[in-house]
């Protein structure tokens, strides 16, 4: 029989053998590796190999959430390395929500499609599965453990309020019913759970700055107005919160220029100037920037902000030109990075470009590629409008009625928290 050689690599301790894999990893990624915050919610850093050889060790076998690691070479979520907005959407129909718009009484009509009539339930069962990590499912007793004897508070738009809403959801069937409560307000909503000595609330604050529709909607956008430099009324009800998370993009995106107040005018609103969208988004966000700068203590407040929530309004963006909106839509877009019009490029720059001067950390929930995909979770016209349910005649009327802004509960937004929930 004839005699094996033996490789001189055979000799070299695997030890070895793994630095020198690691090292020519690193020095990859140094030349191929293009960072910036459309493609990543933070910024993107290499951990050290022996971190991924943990992701395949026994103990993480055994608490693995159905994820096989062995067949699985990605790494568990961190959120320094891995980019949440390169991935795809994967259908699984085994997986079931953790509530119902019929089991969570705390959803809003306007949200709660299946009770509005919506006869199919596919974008129920859509994961997001990142392409370098993967998501650890929501866990109800984890997230309320994580937020014992805290304030967690939702700042921004009706879309955070959807995701406020969808946070109470995925924890409150949990909690026994003597054990919790629900105060809805006009401007500021509470949910309470009172074992856990904690609080999930929800502000109401569309712009985050100053304005004439804060109160009252002023439903004709030619007639709101901003006043761009201060958050003062608001921000007093943020004051002594643990955990803040805040969202802005819609109301600004009427497509026409915003009329923006600041300084001290002597003729009040008729002092105003119109600006462009991204130049008065960009003065405001500083002033909400700079209040958090100069008033959150980093050692008793966390604070993230969500990144804007895409609308889908154009068919033609997702090529099905005879389409009306997002209606009758039933499957999310496929074609990798698809960006539509409903997402404004220069409003993430601006976010980008605030956020990454701030001197407190704010951890960024990049949660529009992803949600760019979604044409299939909107309300569409399984909603109410004007405190009605549309009627069969609005609903035959889809170019005018459908709802392609908000999202169906249980939906997106859960997958939003799932990505909150994996910072926490």
Same mark, same amino acid.
């Given at each position: 029989?004839?005699?094996?050689?033996?490789?001189?690599?055979?000799?070299?301790?695997?030890?070895?053998?793994?630095?020198?894999?690691?090292?020519?990893?690193?020095?990859?990624?140094?030349?191929? +590796?293009?960072?910036?915050?459309?493609?990543?919610?933070?910024?993107?850093?290499?951990?050290?190999?022996?971190?991924?050889?943990?992701?395949? !060790?026994?103990?993480? =076998?055994? #608490?693995? *959430?159905?994820?096989?690691?062995?067949?699985?070479?990605?790494? +568990?979520?961190?959120?320094?390395?891995?980019? =949440?907005?390169?991935?795809?959407?994967?259908?699984?129909?085994?997986?079931?929500?953790?509530?119902?718009?019929?089991?969570?009484?705390?959803?809003?009509?306007?949200? !709660?499609?299946?009770?509005?009539?919506?006869?199919? !339930?596919?974008?129920?069962?859509?994961?997001?599965?990142?392409? #370098?990590?993967?998501?650890?499912?929501?866990?109800?007793?984890?997230?309320?453990?994580?937020?014992?004897?805290?304030?967690? $508070?939702?700042?921004?738009?009706?879309?955070?309020?959807?995701?406020?809403?969808?946070?109470?959801?995925?924890?409150?069937?949990? =909690?026994?019913?003597?054990?919790?409560? $629900?105060?809805?307000?006009?401007?500021?909503?509470?949910?309470?759970?009172?074992?856990? *000595?904690?609080?999930?609330?929800?502000?109401?604050?569309?712009?985050?700055?100053?304005?004439?529709?804060?109160?009252?909607?002023?439903?004709?956008?030619?007639?709101?107005?901003?006043?761009?430099?201060?958050?003062?009324?608001?921000?007093?009800?943020?004051?002594?919160?643990?955990?803040?998370?805040?969202?802005?993009?819609?109301?600004? $995106?009427?497509?026409?220029?915003?009329?923006?107040?600041?300084?001290?005018?002597?003729?009040?609103?008729?002092?105003? +100037?119109?600006?462009?969208?991204?130049?008065?988004?960009?003065?405001?966000?500083?002033?909400?920037?700079?209040?958090?700068?100069?008033t959150i203590n980093t050692k008793k407040t966390r604070v993230f902000f969500t990144t804007m929530s895409p609308t889908h309004q154009r068919s033609a963006d997702w090529n099905n030109k005879g389409g009306m909106k997002c209606y009758n839509e039933t499957k999310p877009v496929m074609k990798k990075r698809h960006w539509g019009t409903g997402s404004d490029k220069r409003i993430?720059?601006?976010?980008?470009?605030?956020?990454?001067? $701030?001197?407190?950390?704010? !951890?960024? =929930?990049?949660?529009?590629?992803?949600? +760019?995909?979604?044409?299939?979770?909107?309300?569409?016209?399984?909603?109410?409008?004007?405190?009605?349910?549309?009627?069969?005649?609005?609903?035959?009327?889809?170019?005018? *009625?459908? #709802?392609?802004?908000?999202?169906?509960?249980?939906?997106?937004? #859960?997958?939003?928290?799932?990505?909150?929930?994996?910072?926490?």
């Amino acid at each position: 029989m004839g005699t094996l050689i033996k490789s001189p690599l055979s000799k070299l301790p695997f030890s070895i053998i793994t630095i020198s894999i690691c090292a020519f990893a690193f020095i990859g990624l140094l030349y191929t +590796e293009r960072i910036s915050f459309l493609s990543s919610s933070t910024i993107f850093t290499l951990s050290p190999c022996a971190e991924r050889a943990l992701a395949t !060790s026994k103990d993480k =076998i055994a #608490d693995s *959430n159905d994820v096989n690691y062995l067949a699985d070479d990605r790494f +568990e979520f961190d959120p320094n390395e891995c980019s =949440i907005t390169s991935g795809k959407w994967r259908f699984n129909s085994s997986i079931e929500p953790l509530y119902t718009d019929t089991s969570c009484p705390y959803l809003d009509r306007q949200v !709660s499609c299946v009770k509005n009539g919506r006869p199919d !339930s596919d974008y129920h069962h859509w994961e997001w599965q990142p392409d #370098d990590c993967y998501l650890p499912r929501f866990d109800p007793k984890v997230a309320l453990e994580k937020i014992r004897g805290k304030r967690l $508070m939702f700042v921004g738009d009706s879309l955070q309020r959807g995701q406020w809403q969808s946070f109470v959801c995925l924890v409150e069937f949990i =909690i026994p019913t003597d054990q919790k409560s $629900m105060r809805r307000g006009r401007v500021h909503s509470t949910f309470k759970a009172k074992e856990y *000595n904690a609080t999930i609330e929800f502000y109401w604050a569309p712009f985050l700055v100053e304005s004439n529709s804060d109160l009252k909607i002023v439903g004709d956008p030619k007639q709101r107005i901003l006043r761009v430099d201060s958050v003062t009324k608001h921000a007093k009800h943020w004051l002594g919160v643990d955990i803040l998370v805040f969202n802005t993009y819609v109301w600004w $995106m009427s497509g026409l220029k915003i009329k923006s107040l600041w300084g001290s005018f002597a003729n009040g609103e008729d002092g105003s +100037e119109e600006l462009d969208a991204s130049v008065s988004y960009r003065i405001g966000l500083k002033t909400w920037a700079n209040w958090v700068d100069t008033t959150i203590n980093t050692k008793k407040t966390r604070v993230f902000f969500t990144t804007m929530s895409p609308t889908h309004q154009r068919s033609a963006d997702w090529n099905n030109k005879g389409g009306m909106k997002c209606y009758n839509e039933t499957k999310p877009v496929m074609k990798k990075r698809h960006w539509g019009t409903g997402s404004d490029k220069r409003i993430m720059k601006v976010v980008a470009d605030v956020v990454g001067k $701030m001197k407190v950390p704010v !951890s960024l =929930i990049n949660i529009t590629q992803l949600s +760019e995909y979604r044409i299939d979770a909107h309300a569409s016209v399984y909603t109410e409008t004007g405190g009605k349910l549309l009627t069969d005649e609005q609903k035959a009327d889809p170019l005018r *009625n459908a #709802d392609c802004i908000h999202w169906c509960l249980p939906g997106v937004p #859960d997958t939003w928290n799932q990505i909150f929930f994996a910072h926490l």
